[in-house]
């Protein structure tokens, strides 16, 4: 595992968000796009885990997303952001919150 300085940890803006809406992506079989409320704002953030997921499982849920990520494109699709998540025997692990706290809140 390689090092990083704690400035360059102080450079992610990781924020929670409620996922709105998801579908599966058109033509992208491993592709799910997320819709996101962060309270102030909503954004569109693509994942690669169809797979492993129904898009209905992400709809309701809160989330830790990184946002201030260069929009990213994949398959056509802009992503403005990266959802964090855990590996557990070789599948994702989708990370939420116990209890609901307000949509942007700073993850730290």
């Known amino acids: 595992m390689s090092e990083i300085e704690y400035s360059d940890w102080q450079k992610l803006d990781i924020r929670i968000g409620t996922v709105i809406e998801a579908k599966k992506a058109q033509n992208a079989d491993k592709l799910i796009v997320l819709q996101i409320d962060f309270g102030e704002e909503k954004k569109q953030v693509v994942t690669a885990m169809a797979e492993f997921f129904d898009a209905n499982y992400f709809v309701g849920k809160q989330i830790p ?18 959802i964090v998540s855990a590996e557990a ?3 994702p692990v989708l990370l939420h919150p116990e209890n609901k706290i307000a949509n942007g809140s700073k993850v730290e």
Not at 65 to 82: C, F, Q, Y
């Open 65 to 82: 997303v990184i946002v201030n990520l260069k929009p990213r494109t994949m398959r056509g699709l802009e992503s403005a952001g990266m």
């Open 89 to 91: 025997d070789g599948k």
